[in-house]
Every structure is written in C-alpha cells, then in structure tokens.
C-alpha cells in the first residue's frame, strides 16, 4: 500500500513570491506521482506528473516538481505566483502495476496577498 | 475541450433518504472512477470500472452505497440511506485506460449535505 504526506495544511505567499509545498511519500514497490489543484468547488485538475526520466518534471501554469527517491520527495513549487494560484492542491501516487487507483495526501490550501 | 459531467451540483438530503449521482465521462474513456472528498481531506477512491465491471470497490461501504455503468458509458452511484457522515464532495473521474500512466480527468463534482 502507498501513502502521501503533506507537511503543509496551509502556506500564505505574497504575490509574486515563490512557494514550494512539500510531499512524501511511502512505498514497498515502484510509484508514480502526481500533483493535482483543486479551486474552490471545482473539481481536481492535474498540474504534473512524474512517470520516470528526469527527476525535474515541468507542468502547466509555471508550476514545478522535483522527484526525490531517496528521501521519497516529490515537492511542489513556482518561482513567482499570482492571486490566481490561491486554491487547494493535492499530491497523489500510484503503483506503477495498478489499474491507476490514486493515493491523495490531505492538502495543502495556498492563500495568495498581494 | 471535452469534460466529465455530473449531476446534480449540489444536493440537500435528510437521513434515512435515499440519493442518487449522475456522471457521464469523456467520451472512448473505459475507465470510471468514484471518488469520496470530505471536507479537508484529499479525495478517497470508493469504485473503480473498467467498461462495466467493477475492478475495486474495495472501499465503498456496501451496505448503503452502490455504483453501476450498466452500458459502460455514464454511471450511478447511490446512498441509501444517507447519514449524516456521508456529507462530502463525491466526484467522478474519467481515464482512457485504467493504468497508472493514463490522466484521469475529473468532473466538478457533486456536493452531498445531509441533514
């Protein structure tokens, strides 16, 4: 079984400062990660996803991820955001020989000031 | 750009009533997912299909909720009865195969309050 944690409920960031929010995970056999966003009563969207290859792994929106296996890490982050990215986002993994039943953490809610 | 459909948005139901979900996937997407979202929490998978068979329901509490994709197109998912505790974002996804390298994309999501 797999598990996600998020070690952040909250970050408040000033707008066009940067942000990283932080994800670990635990597993006893190979994953996939992802990171999703969730904007208020919207359903989930998904912002990246690491598969293999490089460990720095690009998505939409300027966001930004970098895989970690020996500190089984896959942080989130954007060098400068916007009022816009204010919402909720979710890190999520699967094994890689499942049928792509998804593993969330809890989230992180991300508030943006000008 | 096509998107998952669900229905109703919002619902208000009493305990002990019985409610029902509508979603309807991208279209050539076998696989479905029903997902539960409590308030603060990421979402939990309740059912998984793969056309129209189920390949995990392994947390959907069966004595009150059941799922089907009869045609293998659009699905239902049902409570009954509801309890206060099924107060939730139920949200259904859709993928064009049921492997971890397939996108789901997810639908707006139908949010339960039962009073």
């Known amino acids: 079984a797999q598990s996600v944690t998020q070690l952040d409920s909250q970050v408040p960031v000033f707008e066009e400062a940067p942000v990283e929010l932080r994800c670990n995970y635990s597993s006893s056999v190979s994953v996939y990660l992802f990171w999703y966003v969730q904007y208020p009563n919207q359903g989930l969207q998904l912002l990246l996803k690491?598969?293999?290859?490089?460990?720095l792994v690009k998505g939409i929106n300027g966001f930004e991820a970098v895989f970690n296996k020996s500190q089984t890490s896959f942080h989130l982050r954007k060098p400068s955001v916007h009022i816009s990215d204010t919402a909720e986002y979710f890190c999520a993994v699967t094994a890689t020989d499942s049928w792509g039943k998804l593993q969330f953490g809890a989230g992180t809610q991300v508030v943006v000031t000008p | 750009e096509a998107e998952v459909a669900q229905s109703p948005r919002y619902k208000i139901t009493e305990k002990s009533q019985a409610v029902a979900f509508w979603c309807d996937p991208i279209s050539g997407h076998a696989t479905l997912y029903w997902y539960r979202q409590i308030l603060g929490q990421g979402p939990e998978l309740l059912v998984q299909?793969?056309?129209?068979?189920?390949?995990?329901d392994s947390q959907l509490p069966k004595d009150r909720f059941s799922a089907e994709r009869l045609k293998g197109v659009d699905s239902t998912l049902k409570i009954q009865p509801a309890e206060l505790g099924d107060s939730a974002m139920y949200l259904c996804?859709?993928?064009?195969?049921?492997?971890?390298?397939?996108?789901?994309?997810f639908g707006p999501g139908t949010r339960l309050t039962v009073t």
């Open positions: 996804a859709s993928s064009f195969l049921g492997t971890s390298t397939y996108e789901q994309y």
């Open positions: 299909f793969q056309d129209e068979s189920v390949v995990d």
């Open positions: 690491y598969l293999s290859g490089s460990t």
